[in-house]
């Protein structure tokens, strides 16, 4: 997994609320067994027409399409458990998802690819809304170490992140790896298991 | 343990492996359900570091997703599909993993055939590359829903890395109506809650409404907590449970029966438990529901009108109102009963057991579908099938003008054939209402078997209760 550690671009905005992960990616791009490339099927509905040409996509305007931080409304990433969700924002080149709340699947996938989901107060996400908004006038600085946003006009905000997670995501650890550490205590619980719960 | 504990506290100390100072534990996974949709990936991670599975003898896999629902003996014939499931056949046999392949009668939904074969048990943790894996939570076993990078992490070390969940109760206090179902009961506490109330809870569902519930209709509860936001939903155990169990095919047998029975009956909330959140609801509040938006949440009795933009509580709500109404073609203060529909979806993980069933076949009996209508019935596997077949339900289907296909997710999501055509209306017992969700532009609402029987014969929106 790529480490995370600080970012500086302009922010997208995509004040929606309740996007869910169909919206994010449809169905029938859910038929890869890759992880990459998925990029042509992000919010592809909101992106193309009926015959799949292009209409007007804040991801597919100049000012934002090397956009690395999305700003987006609440319950973001509701609905399936797809991963492809944030593959595909990945292959687009996102690292930072800012919302006032985030779905719990989708919000845990994100921490296994290198993103960064911050959830603010809608006050918060609505100034950075705004923010964003300003297009390439307007640079937005995330910093995971001291969990800081610096906006445009010198604004602070700090963000809360669970601190086991942060650390996987500074180092780029794998948690495979890190599980395969504590292989002892897995072998001890499966042995107590087979004794107290024989039917298992 | 002195502090009276909930079913959640219970099952979650019990599968404990590891904990870190700042609470952050190892969790044990008793069962893994793999489908193919959300495991090439890992599967191909496991073979990129030359990792093994830890317990094949513990995860079951099966394609649903991507499979046809008709003419099965030619094959996938979509190449993207039937890569996916060959894929799957091909991870199985090389890592090991049990496979009910597409023409195995044991075939259908993941969360149809783990509580079918007895995979599903009280007590356990039980986890699947999909959100509804929540609907196992019906046995009092902990089940949720994770990505493809924790599928990989549960075959490798048939842990994961977790944190508590908060706990949330919700009782249904008094007796059902009648002519409403479990499918209005979770629609109505969606409609509560929220899409977003459940979100970091697990949600314990109680009370009297809830225990008088079949195993069937436990499950649809549980399936749709993933739509309250929850990651998994949980029913205490008890004897309807535990009759359902009893002589599944993976089941404990006779000298373990007692001794995990016993077990069992240790798992209920003890009484003074303490919940962070408490809901109640009165079961007499409860109408036949039905969605009209493209959020779960989205949710009215049948004699309601479709709501307007002004009534969202902000202006985030109004516009996605706004947005939802233009996207269903339809009009605030509409007659919920005047919508047309095109198209009937009967099945899904929600609602495609053989009680589901038995209750379209109820309706249907002895009437016929309406001319403007194309309605398929989609069984939740090949042996609720086999069952519905052997209780003559199929002859009732096809007399009546029911489409009876295979198994399969189908039209749920519409990633094999099945699927809506831009502008279509459908009314299906599935359980999500997303924009596009049975394909683009397809115009969804959601409901009970027995409410999408009756708009299959109506041709409309229309409440079941006057056809009983
Ligand atoms: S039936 Fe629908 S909700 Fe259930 S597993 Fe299949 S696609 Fe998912």
Known sequence: MEKFTSLTSVAAPLPLVNIDTDMIIPKQFLKTVKRTGLKAGLFYELRTDEQGNPKDFVLDEPAYKDAKILVTGDNFGCGSSREHAPWALLDQGIRCVIAPSFADIFYNNCFKNGILPIALPQEQVDMLMDDARRGSNAVVSVDLESQEIKGPDGGTITFEVDAHRKHCLLNGLDDIGLTFEKAEHIDQFEAKRKATQPWL | ?468
């Open chain 2, 1 to 468: 343990m002195s502090n009276p504990r909930t079913l959640f506290d219970k099952i979650w100390d019990n599968h404990v492996v590891h904990r870190q100072d700042d609470g952050t534990c190892l969790l044990y996974i008793d069962r893994h359900l793999v489908h193919e949709v959300t495991s090439p990936q890992a599967f191909e991670g496991l073979r990129m570091t030359g990792r093994k599975v830890r317990r094949p003898e513990n995860t079951l896999a099966v394609p649903d997703h991507n499979v046809p629902t008709s003419g099965r003996a030619q094959g996938i014939a979509d190449e993207e599909s039937r890569i996916q499931v060959e894929t799957l056949s091909r991870n199985c046999e090389e890592f090991g993993v049990q496979l009910f392949g597409m023409n195995d009668i044991r075939q259908g939904v993941v969360h149809i055939i783990g509580p079918e074969q007895g995979f599903t048990l009280p007590g356990m943790t039980i986890v699947c590359g999909d959100s509804h894996t929540a609907t196992h939570g019906a046995f009092g076993s902990l089940a949720f829903g994770i990505g493809t990078s924790e599928v990989e992490h549960v075959l490798a070390t048939q842990t994961l890395i977790q944190k508590p969940a908060k706990n949330m109760r919700i009782t249904v206090e008094g007796d059902l109506l009648p002519g409403v179902t479990a499918k209005d009961m979770i629609l109505h506490i969606i409609g509560v809650i929220g899409t977003a109330g459940g979100t970091g809870y697990v949600i314990e569902y109680a009370g009297e409404a809830m225990r008088k519930l079949s195993m069937e209709g436990r499950m649809t509860i549980c399936n749709m907590s993933i739509e309250a936001g929850a990651r998994a939903g949980l029913i205490a155990p008890d004897e309807t449970t535990f009759e359902y169990i009893k002589g599944r095919p993976l089941a404990p047998k006779a000298g373990n029966w007692e001794q995990a029975v016993a077990y069992w009956k240790t798992l209920p909330s003890d009484a003074g438990a303490k919940y962070d959140k408490e809901i109640i609801v009165k079961a007499a509040d409860i109408e036949p529901q039905v969605t009209w938006g493209t959020s779960p949440e989205d949710v009215v009795g049948i004699s309601a009108f479709v709501p307007a933009p002004s009534d969202g509580r902000d202006a985030n709500k109004k516009s996605a109102i706004e947005r939802s109404l233009d996207y269903m073609g339809l009009k605030a203060g509409q007659r919920v009963q005047d919508i047309t529909i095109d198209k009937v979806f009967i099945g899904s993980c929600t609602n495609g057991r053989i009680e589901d069933l038995r209750e379209v076949a109820r309706i249907a009996k002895g009437r016929k579908v309406a001319e403007s209508v194309y309605a398929m019935i989609v069984p939740g596997s090949g042996l609720v099938k086999l069952q519905a077949e052997e209780e003559g339900l199929d002859e009732i289907f096809t007399a009546a003008g029911f489409d009876w296909r295979e198994p399969g997710c189908s039209m749920c999501l519409a990633m094999n054939a099945d699927r809506l055509s831009p502008g279509e209306r459908c009314a299906s017992t599935s359980n999500r209402n997303f924009e596009g969700r049975q394909g683009r532009g397809g115009r969804t609402h959601l409901l009970s078997p027995a409410m999408a029987a009756a708009a299959a014969i109506a041709g409309h929106l229309v409440d079941v209760r006057d056809y009983e």
